[in-house]
């Protein structure tokens, strides 16, 4: 029987999937939500370049913070998960300590490099209409980025103990929900540019006490086994040496991801950034769905593969990208079609210039959801020095293109080199994982869902886009038949998509939460 024949799933460990993928694919869609909606605060209270400053501004924060998590967000799940499969109770705490001691220090760090340098990183990115209102922000958020560095590698440790409630409900839900809010009350009531910038980060400040909480809890509940305690060094050693390549390897994820926005800002204007950060929003929900079954998707890959289960590991992995493509697809095919009247609906007249943004990267996007969680599978399997490698690839192709073709293209130039990079994001990795692990994503669930997205809302949407692609009603009513008939299709293929599995882990869900109440 083949691996990824249905019937050969183990059902303990795709009722494990469903069930955090269900909690987590709930809040990212609440955090996508969230995400979208403080773009459209912004393009409808402020003008392009406003909005394009404050987005300018976030960037720079997002990018020290995720680089100052120095990786232990996924070295904690690594290790954490791997000491409670494995009855090493005893190295939780050490692991703990560990990572977040560094965290804290360059955090802070970064705090005092934002704020010293908060004119020149201004006048850079914002010229002489936007740099006053730049240099604010950035003297506001510097102080916060070690309290979200901490955060992130909290959340981390949490995931490792098999839990997505503390991410799904600090990181994704209450962030997701809470941010949009604060900004447009700031910003509807007319106070400066440093108290916007301080209400957006309020959500983090809340968060990293509540996580750190939640993390003394469950450490509480995982006593050390008795066995003796590994000596600090060697917990040390191996901690770092799986999570300096991966420190690396996210600081140049979180560069790709918004070093094109800057440099858009830096060779264009700040207008022109705002109009390509926007765009690339309509893309937000699928790439938090991927985050999602990626985070969820770790610590088991972490567990079975620690363990020597190969096989089980390879039909969580099937079973996550089928998933996955399942529920992105159809949005990156929405958005590539409609991106136009989106744009110009949601945020205003002008941003319809992005719609050929949108279309480059909703196609490279697609492409990355068929690989599935595959850089959580090469992590995993402890080839994070790949991942690594893999990641210093990606940023510097996605750098050097940028350069190269914003000049001469503008925000397309820039669409171009982030679908570039993204698809030699998933298909070095794609190749390692098959190669060295010998897992690859592709089961039936995969290809299904790849078919009948492609072929319900492809096929159904490319004619009504032909006719009538700028129109509002006309987006409206694709939405409607091409969702019917894909709920129709998807139960259908409900046995060759696990669907039934999910189902019953929901309901077991809801029945454990109904005797407990």
């Known amino acids: 029987m083949s691996q990824s024949d249905p019937a050969a799933k183990t059902p303990g460990d795709i009722a494990q999937l469903a069930r955090g993928g269900a909690l987590n694919l709930a809040a990212v869609v609440t955090a996508a939500i969230g995400g979208f909606a403080l773009y459209v605060v912004l393009g409808r209270v402020l003008t392009q370049g406003e909005a394009g400053a404050f987005i300018e501004a976030i960037a720079i924060f997002n990018i020290l913070a995720i680089i100052g998590t120095l990786g232990a967000d996924s070295g904690l799940v690594w290790a954490v998960s791997g000491a409670l499969a494995t009855g090493r109770t005893g190295e939780l705490r050490p692991f703990a300590r560990t990572a977040l001691i560094p965290v804290g220090v360059v955090g802070l760090g970064f705090a005092v490099l934002i704020y010293a340098n908060a004119d020149w990183l201004a006048d850079t990115l914002g010229g002489d209409d936007h740099a006053s209102a730049i240099a604010s922000y950035l003297r506001v958020l510097a102080p916060i980025v070690p309290l979200a560095s901490i955060n992130y590698a909290v959340l981390g440790a949490t995931r490792g103990f098999g839990t997505m409630v503390p991410t799904a409900t600090i990181q994704h839900m209450g962030r997701g929900l809470s941010q949009p809010l604060i900004v447009w009350g700031l910003l509807t009531a007319g106070v400066s540019a440093g108290v916007v910038a301080l209400g957006w980060t309020t959500p983090f ?30 917990i040390a050693r191996r901690f770092w040496a799986f999570t300096i ?19 858009v800002g830096a060779l264009l204007n700040p207008a022109e950034a705002a109009i390509y950060a926007v765009s690339t929003r309509l893309l937000q929900l699928g790439l938090f769905v991927a985050s999602s079954v990626g985070e969820v998707a770790q610590p088991m890959f972490g567990g079975l593969l620690a363990a020597g289960h190969r096989r089980r590991a ?23 079609l409609f991106a136009a009247v989106i744009l110009r609906s949601v945020f205003g007249d002008g941003y319809q210039a992005g719609a050929t943004v949108v279309a480059i990267l909703a196609l ?9 969680p595959v850089d959580m599978m090469l992590l995993m ?32 130039g820039a669409a171009i080199s982030w679908a570039i990079s993204r698809l030699l994001a998933n298909a070095i990795p794609l190749v390692q994982v098959y190669r060295y692990v010998h897992i690859h994503p592709f089961g039936r669930g995969t290809l299904t869902g790849i078919a009948a997205a492609t072929i319900v809302f492809g096929g159904i949407g490319l004619p009504i886009w032909l006719v009538a692609d700028d129109r509002l009603a006309a987006l409206l009513i694709y939405l409607v038949v091409a969702g019917a008939v894909y709920a129709a299709v998807c139960w259908r293929l409900r046995v060759t998509l696990d669907l039934p599995a999910a189902w019953s882990a929901l309901r077991s869900r809801r029945t454990r939460a109904s005797e407990s109440a």
């Open 205 to 234: 400040i809340v968060g990293v006490a509540i996580s750190t909480l939640w993390l003394l809890r469950l450490l509480r509940r995982h006593p050390a086994n008795g066995s003796a305690p590994t000596p600090g060094a060697s």
């Open 364 to 372: 490279s996007t697609m492409v990355g959801a068929a690989a599935g």
């Open 314 to 336: 390879q039909e969580v992995y099937q079973t996550a990208t089928g998933w996955q493509v399942a529920v992105t697809w159809p949005q990156y095919i929405t958005a590539a």
């Open 245 to 263: 390549p991966r420190s690396f390897a996210a600081m140049f994820r979180v560069g790709v991801q918004w070093i094109d926005v800057l440099i």
């Open 381 to 412: 399997a402890g080839k994070s020095t790949w991942s690594l490698w893999n990641a210093g690839i990606t940023l510097a192709t996605n750098t050097v293109l940028n350069l190269v073709l914003i000049p001469d293209l503008g925000i397309e």
